[in-house]
């Protein structure tokens, strides 16, 4: 079964163009509240044009790639769209990556510019990575050019190599302003936008590529089926690495002239006070971050009434959460959504579905995308926002995107009469914790290295609070006296948060089918 929409609405066709376009038409509106900062969207397009000259003062090229890493601040929207404003390609890196892997992505996508948040919740970012370039491959490392420091929590140390924010932003001048302006008119839709990258089952992330052209499309079509508008005010909880923060975030903003409120640490009593004081009506983010605030034992003391639309996703989410979202948090419309990077926004409610609609089912096709359900009930996709290819890897996208266009999500599911799509299992065994997606085998092959153990499968378990959170058993070597406390801890050293397994079960053998491969499903019924 098939289901396809069109886009009715003429947009942008680039990041540089709708930038423009917010700046001429809605030159007043406010387009970011970030604390004390302020920015109309012509003030907005002002920032945007000097990182972009800046960028041509030091260097940067078109085409060349420039890597994020900085939780959501007001800088970190200027600096991606900067970036392709100067013909760039934005590079965003996940914040809860250890400097390790951080390296990983600049050294693979050869970033020549890296904008990194300096003193950040008690560390310093840069000082840890620059730290871990030097046993890190230190023969193969690529070395940017130009750090950019993103100011935080202050009280950052000068340092010789690191160019501060508002430094950076001075280095544009006449000259280099008129070539930003000629590089962003000669941006074209499909030139690549950005380099986003995503676990795969070979445990080691690939490099999506987009051009501007879908992630226009992709943020024309949230905003679409979500019905935001200029006068909505949307707290971005969701990280903007992420897609959902990103291209179903502040670009949603842009295109609809909607205020932007960025939130760089979730924190529930800080969301309640935002969302008073700020007058939020557009809350997206996991089921958790709902639940979180219905629990809070201060939730009665915010008004919390100008709340609108939520969309959440990425994990179960049970018919009475929406209810009680509906009913104790005043949201008109509660919407489910499903996507990945490599398509990010594939399947949306719709602001009129019902409840059990909304919790069990994942929504329908959104404009310029269609589903349907292949061999063995996989969901595949095609459309104009499926991503270009991966990064360097032609036999990884011919064996995901097939002949035909069609992209083998890897997910299993149904597809309704009304074209709602149900998810029902998943064929790449990655489970999501707390909104991020976890590829066991990744997790795996950091325990390989652990001395004393012999073999291991991660598999993901029920979780109220996080929705999922991953457990590992462990088979160890005769003689071995590790403790779970000692493979967690090698975890932590080693992988982002969220991927670090909660709890280790130690066994004396995994099960395996007749051909040798681990049965999850055995592990996970055990957990049941």
């Not at 948040?117 to 008690?122: E, K, P």
């Not at 490392?141 to 950052?156: E, I, L, N, S």
């Not at 997910?411 to 998810?423: A, E, F, H, N, S």
Request: charged share 20%.
């Amino acid at each position: 079964m098939d289901l396809h929409a069109s886009v009715a609405v003429e947009q942008p066709r680039t990041t540089p163009a709708a930038v423009d376009r917010a700046a001429r038409d809605r030159p007043d509106g406010v387009a970011i509240v970030d604390g004390t900062t302020t920015l109309t969207f012509v003030q907005l397009r002002e920032q945007v044009l000097d990182f972009a000259a800046a960028l041509c003062a030091r260097g940067v090229r078109r085409g060349d790639r420039v890597a994020v890493w900085s939780p959501n601040t007001y800088h970190w929207i200027v600096a991606a769209l900067g970036v392709q404003y100067a013909g760039a390609i934005l590079v965003p890196i996940n914040t809860r990556y250890t400097p390790s892997e951080a390296i990983d992505i600049i050294e693979r996508t050869r970033a020549a510019t890296v904008v990194i948040a300096g003193r950040f919740l008690g560390v310093d970012r840069y000082g840890l990575l620059r730290s871990a370039s030097t046993v890190c491959q230190p023969t193969t490392v690529v070395r940017p050019t130009t750090v950019v420091r993103v100011p935080v929590d202050g009280d950052d140390a000068a340092d010789r190599d690191v160019t501060e924010f508002g430094d950076f932003l001075a280095l544009a001048d006449d000259d280099t302003r008129a070539e930003a302006c000629a590089r962003a008119a000669a941006v074209m839709p499909d030139d690549i936008s950005d380099l986003m990258f995503t676990s795969g089952t070979t445990g080691r992330s690939k490099g999506v590529t987009t051009a501007h052209r879908q992630t226009i499309g992709t943020a024309a079509a949230w905003a679409h089926c979500a019905e935001v508008t200029s006068d909505d005010n949307y707290l971005v909880v969701n990280p903007f690495f992420h897609s959902f923060g990103y291209k179903a975030g502040f670009l949603v903003c842009l295109l609809t002239g909607a205020t932007v409120v960025p939130m760089a640490v979730f924190d529930v009593p800080t969301v309640m006070e935002t969302t008073q004081n700020e007058r939020i009506t557009v809350l997206p983010g996991a089921p958790t971050i709902f639940q979180s605030i219905l629990d809070h034992p201060n939730r009665a003391r915010f008004d919390l009434s100008s709340l609108r639309v939520a969309v959440t996703g990425a994990a179960a989410v049970p018919v009475a959460l929406v209810e009680r979202m509906q009913s104790e948090l005043s949201f008109d419309a509660v919407l489910t959504a499903y996507g990945q990077t490599e398509a990010p926004v594939v399947t949306m409610c719709r602001t009129d579905d019902d409840p059990v609609t909304v919790s069990t089912t994942s929504g329908r096709a959104v404009p310029g995308m269609t589903v349907k359900i292949g061999e063995q009930n996989e969901i595949l996709v095609r459309g104009e926002n499926v991503m270009l290819g991966y990064l360097d890897d032609p036999k990884a996208t011919a064996e995901t995107v097939d002949s035909d266009g069609w992209l083998h999500t890897g997910d299993v599911g149904t597809l309704d009469d009304r074209g709602y799509l149900v998810i029902t299992d998943r064929l790449k065994d990655m489970y999501i914790a707390g909104g991020f997606n976890v590829y066991p085998a990744e997790v795996e092959n950091v325990l390989a290295r652990l001395d004393g153990v012999t073999d291991s499968a991660v598999v993901g378990v029920p979780d109220h609070r996080m929705g999922e959170v991953g457990r590992a058993h462990v088979v160890t070597a005769a003689g071995s006296t590790l403790t779970e406390s000692d493979v967690l801890a090698f975890c932590r050293e080693r992988l982002a948060g969220f991927k670090v397994p909660r709890s280790v079960r130690f066994a004396d053998s995994l099960p395996r089918n007749p051909s040798g491969k681990v049965m999850k499903n055995v592990l996970r019924e055990e957990t049941a």
